[in-house]
């Protein structure tokens, strides 16, 4: 691992530790019941679209076992449900709150997701124990070599992970133009849904932690030195976004 990477981690780590450990899960507790129409709302409609093309991308084969990691409402495993009906899917996030709508949003369209509440930076799970992981919209809140490298753990050799996130624009006009827009964004959601305090006193953050994240590029050369192979990294919406497939050796 370079120095590089080790002391952007140690810079986050810094800056955000407080935030992550005190105040994190509470506002997705607040936020929980209304958390994926929020999201459509920021992302002015796009948000379902661009899910569409993670879904796409990601290879299942009935029988596999699959862990989505920080599963929220679990939109994702129920999306692969419908791709693919027999998956045993695994889901593990720290937010009771997310997790209990996701649970019941599985329950009424019939699919069986298990479900576990732990800090995604210890997987409860033995080495070489799934065939893929996903990992969408969270990273920014993690410790993230931490995180890949437990992903890397648990997957089998030939598994393969999928990520998809919010990331930091190259370019440098993009990313002052995106910055501008969450925050007015943010604001907006904040008065139009009422969220509570710790929500709103995170806005800063949601904004300062896209500035101190990684770009397409640099989330791809990490995955490479953490041991992933055939490291793949699209960018979309000028790079605010984007997917990222790479295969465990």
Same mark, same amino acid.
């Given at each position: 691992?370079?120095?590089?990477?080790?002391?952007?981690?140690?810079?986050?780590?810094?800056?955000?530790?407080?935030?992550?450990?005190?105040?994190?899960?509470?506002?997705?507790?607040?936020?929980?019941?209304?958390?994926?129409?929020?999201?459509?709302?920021?992302?002015?409609?796009?948000?379902?679209?661009?899910?569409?093309?993670?879904?796409?991308?990601?290879?299942?084969?009935?029988?596999?076992?699959?862990?989505?990691?920080?599963?929220?409402?679990?939109?994702?495993?129920?999306?692969?449900?419908?791709?693919?009906?027999?998956?045993?899917?695994?889901?593990?996030?720290?937010?009771?709150?997310?997790?209990?709508?996701?649970?019941?949003?599985?329950?009424?369209?019939?699919?069986?997701?298990?479900?576990?509440?732990?800090?995604?930076?210890?997987?409860?799970?033995? *080495?070489?124990?799934? $065939?893929?992981?996903? &990992?969408? =919209?969270? %990273?920014?809140? +993690?410790?993230?070599?931490?995180?890949?490298?437990?992903?890397?753990?648990?997957?089998?050799?030939?598994?393969?992970?999928?990520?998809?996130?919010?990331?930091?624009?190259?370019?440098?006009?993009?990313?002052?133009?995106?910055?501008?827009?969450?925050?007015?964004?943010?604001?907006?959601?904040?008065?139009?849904?009422?969220?509570?305090?710790?929500?709103?006193?995170?806005? *800063?953050?949601?904004? $300062?932690?896209?500035? &101190?994240? =990684?770009? %397409?590029?640099? +989330?791809?050369?990490?995955?490479?030195?953490?041991?992933?192979?055939?490291?793949?990294?699209?960018?979309?919406?000028?790079?605010?976004?984007?997917?990222?497939?790479?295969?465990?050796?």
């Amino acid at each position: 691992m370079t120095t590089s990477f080790q002391n952007r981690e140690n810079v986050r780590r810094q800056a955000f530790e407080s935030i992550w450990e005190s105040q994190i899960d509470a506002v997705f507790s607040d936020v929980a019941a209304v958390y994926d129409k929020a999201n459509d709302f920021a992302s002015l409609g796009t948000l379902n679209g661009l899910r569409r093309r993670f879904i796409a991308t990601i290879d299942v084969s009935p029988g596999q076992r699959v862990l989505d990691v920080c599963a929220g409402t679990n939109v994702i495993g129920i999306d692969l449900l419908k791709k693919e009906p027999n998956l045993d899917i695994y889901a593990v996030d720290r937010s009771d709150a997310m997790q209990k709508v996701g649970s019941d949003r599985a329950a009424q369209q019939g699919f069986d997701i298990k479900g576990h509440i732990c800090d995604v930076h210890r997987l409860p799970f033995p *080495d070489n124990h799934f $065939d893929v992981v996903t &990992l969408q =919209y969270a %990273t920014r809140h +993690l410790r993230v070599i931490d995180v890949f490298s437990e992903i890397n753990r648990v997957l089998k050799p030939g598994g393969h992970f999928y990520h998809f996130d919010m990331l930091r624009p190259a370019n440098k006009i993009i990313e002052e133009a995106y910055c501008l827009y969450l925050r007015g964004c943010l604001k907006t959601i904040s008065w139009a849904i009422r969220v509570g305090p710790e929500a709103r006193n995170c806005c *800063d953050y949601f904004i $300062d932690a896209i500035r &101190l994240f =990684y770009s %397409t590029d640099e +989330l791809s050369r990490l995955l490479s030195e953490l041991g992933f192979s055939d490291v793949i990294g699209k960018p979309l919406l000028g790079g605010t976004v984007a997917i990222h497939k790479a295969c465990k050796l």
